[in-house]
């Protein structure tokens, strides 16, 4: 490799022997072409035309007033298949195509990422295979036939708890045996180095068009970023660009589940440990021992029990803070949202959305600018959050 | 008992003409005391070394097979605790050489140190973590050196010349040579190309070579023996017999008996 990957110490690739070369030409793809031309040219043409880049920041008026803050929300929500997940997908989709990949294999919890993956495949003509946990297969059959539909063949992960982290195994385990021809997309900023630089890097865009808008409407750069972590690619894409203005505070929200002390959650930063998984060190959720644990959310996407390395690091240099909303909040959240705006959130920005009320009802905060990142869009999540209102539909 | 070293073995087995057959199991598959009778069995039938996995909740180089053995052994309560517990009944009956299969994270939640020394004291002789590569096993490594401990590194195909540099030389024991591209798990033939790999491999090293992956039946031992391996690594055909005999232990043993006799007649040139 020619980098390390790490995060002061976390990061790295903690991977088999048979997965180093694959490793070892992504990386090496990725550096030739990210800052290549004709390359960006293509990727800027697709995020603009396909996806619908530029996203608005939108000034949120009713609930600025409701809250006493200037509350702008970045409008990823907006994007083609309803969240920022196209951004990376349509950047490493790219870069597979010019690394000559006959095949894009790509794991997904609820099917968000799955979505986004297959849309891509289909666009550039590659086939697609998803894996998916069967319990999340089960819970989620719309977004497999939307995947299905989009030409991508779901694959049933039956092993583990068989969801998202059973789903990343198999995908690996799939990309080991079959390295020569296959690209292996991750969903998040996490996983081996390069992922979790190269996720970043595809979903920066967020946080350079943040940093543009907000100095544009407001000519000064926000007091506070809010932004939901499941494996943390919204968020990095977004503080990304804020890290060395240290007057930006930074805050990522995790799925709080039923509680912290419920010990059935997906805070991996906030309850977490320093472990292995995936094929970094980072934060992860274990028991005493090093198995893992399962983590718990009502959104599928915080529903991990891992995080990408740089938010550790950035937990532990005290450069971004780390909180969580329970289950039950998140949905007030998503209500809060919905009513005063006519916004509908992911449950997944509604953990970020409900954060902000919190930390606007702090006295020191009034009057502050805050944004939070609107990752994407909750039509997905109409279903689950019926049944958890007791609503018939 | 004296704790028999690789290099030790596979002078033992050089003289006899032979190679050395290492079978794998989990520890506490499907149970502590099942799991011990059937390294019983494996000694008594012939192995030279043992390959003892401890179980992990996210084994990503394993197939199926071994994937199911890690849950039966974590369902039946084992942990790292239990597995060094498990190594030192094992040594009340063997005094061959016992190579430890993990994933790093069981290393590092336990500390470092403190699993190297936990193994040492049990009567392991070797580590090998299977998502460890040496760009990341410098910590792993100077532990298991200050604890007498050796630290088995894998090679495969894929692996270039300019790595292997670095594998052997923070490798020590034997190298962990992969036969085919992919995870563990049985396999109807090998590759041909093993041949040239472990001819590649000792242009570069003096290490013991021993080749695992896919390696389920005689006559793939026979046929990597042949290629030039000093061992063969036995691991998903035993664990199949474990999977395929629950309801009928005495059976299960003695068809892991049968399996292993097989196995160590392949290895005779």
Known sequence: ?393 | MKVESYAEMFKRIKRENESAFIPFVVAGDPDFETSLEIVKEMVEEGADALEIGFAFSDPVADGPTVQAADIRALEAGMNTEKGFEFIKCVREFTSIPIGLLVYYNLIYKNGINNFYKSAKKSGVNAVLAADLPPEEAENAYLAAKANGINQIFLAAQTTSNERLKKVVKLCSGFLYVVSVMGITGTRSDLKTSTVELIGRMRDHSKLPICVGFGISKPEHVKEVIKAGADGAIVGSAVIDIIAENFENKDLMIEKIGKCCREMKEATKR
């Open chain 1, 1 to 393: 490799m020619i980098l390390d990957g790490k995060f002061g110490k976390y990061g790295g690739i903690f991977v088999p022997e048979l997965l180093i070369p694959a490793l070892e030409e992504l990386e090496s793809a990725f550096l030739k072409y990210k800052d290549d031309k004709d390359f960006n040219t293509e990727l800027d043409y697709y995020l603009r035309e396909f996806a619908g880049r530029p996203t608005s920041l939108y000034f949120a008026r009713n609930l600025s007033e409701k809250l006493g803050c200037k509350i702008y929300l970045k409008r990823e929500d907006m994007l083609h298949t309803g969240a920022h997940k196209i951004n990376n997908t349509l950047g490493q989709g790219i870069l597979a195509k010019y690394m000559g990949k006959k095949r894009i294999i790509a794991e997904t919890g609820a099917g968000q990422h799955g979505i986004a993956t297959a849309v891509v495949g289909s666009m550039l003509g590659i086939p697609v295979e998803v894996y998916m946990g069967s319990e999340d297969i089960e819970r989620q059959k719309l977004n497999v036939f939307r995947m299905e539909l989009s030409g991508a063949k779901v694959i049933p992960v039956k092993t583990g708890s068989r969801t998202l982290k059973d789903a990343i195994n198999d995908a690996l385990r799939d990309w080991i045996a079959n390295v020569e021809n296959t690209h292996y997309l991750i969903g998040s900023s996490m996983g081996p180095h390069p992922y979790p630089m190269m996720v970043k890097h595809f979903q920066t865009v967020i946080g350079k068009e943040t940093k543009n808008q907000i100095l544009e409407k407001e000519n000064e750069l926000p007091d506070a970023i809010i932004a939901c972590v499941g494996g943390g690619s919204n968020s990095i894409g977004i503080f990304s660009q804020f890290l060395d203005d240290e007057e930006v505070e930074l805050i990522g929200v995790e799925g709080g589940g039923e509680g912290l002390d419920s010990g059935k959650h997906g805070a991996t930063l906030c309850r977490g440990s320093e472990g292995v998984l995936h094929g970094s060190l980072s934060f992860i959720l274990q028991n005493d021992d090093g198995q893992i644990s399962e983590a718990h959310s009502v959104s599928a996407g915080l529903d991990y029990p891992g995080v990408g390395p740089e938010h550790s690091y950035l937990k532990v240099t005290d450069r971004a803070k780390y909180v969580a909303i329970t289950n039950k909040d998140a949905l007030r959240g998503f209500e809060l949202l919905s009513k005063y705006e006519g916004i509908i959130p992911a449950l997944e920005s509604a953990h970020a959305v409900e954060y902000l009320e919190k930390y606007a009802k702090i006295p020191e905060n009034e009057g502050k600018t805050i944004v939070v990142n609107l990752s994407g869009r909750g039509d997905k999540d109409m279903f689950i959050v019926a049944r958890e209102m007791e609503v018939k539909i």
